[in-house]
């Protein structure tokens, strides 16, 4: 089995894979004081509630956006879980180009991001991650990860309103009755929901104009589905926060390190070619081939997205 954990600035995700397929998963807060031990001793215990043990692993991946607390869960995997963790950064071979100013300055869950997207849907693509911030990721046709936006997300901008408007309450971030608010939670709920749905038709329509029209748009995060029932501009949703992308994508990196999906000394990876089906043949646990679903669909099929329609997650990567 494969143990996946993505360490973000609000979260800490993990999720418990038997070959491609998402079985047990589990959210953390993220604790910057929390030490290894502490995260050795909550890891043990989520896989024995899993009915797991250290044993049962064959791999950890861990992406991380946190690095004050890499340090610490590499520590935690290796002396709770024996098992040192294969780490994404920028250095890894993910077959993603990245073409940053500066790669080493894109987080870790943005490039597992557009691994899984492109795997799985195809390019081009705006990848929208409703987290701490909200960023928009530009994929190209060819798997080319151009660079983004980044904003505030809602949960901050909303926290930033209580913290220092003194007569705004903390609210709940839910659909108000209408666009004009008539009292103080619903002017805010509107302002903060509408508004952003808004920024996000605005922004993929910018986009669009960079990437052509046959640019997807896929959405993830804890506030994805919240936004995507207000736009029709999302065609694809991640339901379960980052994990279910980026853990995706980090399933898809040992596979290729494991599998010698890529040439050694070449990080090209021409994703027209090679299908998910190649892909997830060669899953890491040998001992569950009978029990995972394998997608008979290349990637060129999967990335036939068209404008209007609405996809959730991939079935090779959903939660069983």
């Known amino acids: 089995m494969l143990l996946t954990i993505d360490i973000g600035n609000t979260n800490v995700t993990l ?5 491609n397929v998402l079985g047990s998963h589990w959210r953390l807060a993220t604790d ?32 991380s956006v946190v ?4 340090g610490r869960v590499v520590q935690a995997c290796k002396e709770y879980l024996e098992k040192d963790p294969f780490v994404v950064d920028v250095g890894v071979k993910t077959g ?24 799985l849907y195809g390019g081009p693509a705006c990848i929208i991650d409703f987290g701490t911030a909200t960023t928009f990721n530009a994929l190209t046709r060819d798997g080319e990860y151009l660079g983004g936006a ?7 901008a909303t926290e930033a309103l209580f913290t220092h408007a003194a007569k705004l309450p903390r609210i709940d971030l839910q659909r108000p009755p ?7 939670v619903h002017a805010m709920q509107a302002g903060l929901l509408f508004g952003y749905v808004s920024m996000v038709e605005g922004m993929v329509e910018r986009f669009r104009r960079e990437l052509g029209p046959q640019m997807k748009v896929v959405a993830t995060g804890g506030l994805a589905e919240i ?20 853990c995706g994508g980090l399933v898809l990196i040992v596979c290729m390190y494991r599998n010698r999906c890529y040439t050694q000394g070449n990080s090209d990876i021409d994703f027209h070619s090679v299908s998910s089906n190649q892909i997830f043949h060669r899953h890491i646990d040998s001992d569950c081939r009978a029990n995972t679903h394998v997608n008979s669909h290349s ?22």
């Open 15 to 19: 999720g418990l894979y038997s070959g």
């Open 32 to 63: 910057h004081a929390r030490m290894p031990d502490e995260y050795g001793l909550q890891f043990q215990g989520l896989l024995q509630n899993a009915g797991r043990t250290a044993k049962d692993l064959k791999a950890i991946c861990l992406a």
């Open 67 to 70: 690095p004050q607390l890499t």
């Open 96 to 119: 993603i180009k990245v073409r940053y100013e500066d790669p080493k300055a894109v987080g870790a869950d943005r490039i597992a991001d557009a691994v899984a997207v492109m795997y």
């Open 150 to 156: 980044i904003t505030a997300g809602v949960n901050l």
């Open 178 to 184: 209408s666009v004009i608010g008539r009292n103080t």
């Open 227 to 246: 936004v995507a029932q207000e736009t029709d501009v999302i065609q694809i949703i991640a339901p379960w926060l980052t994990n279910q992308y980026v």
């Open 299 to 320: 990637v060129a099929d999967l990335g036939c997205a068209r404008t209007g329609e609405r996809h959730h997650t991939h079935p090779a990567l959903s939660s069983h």
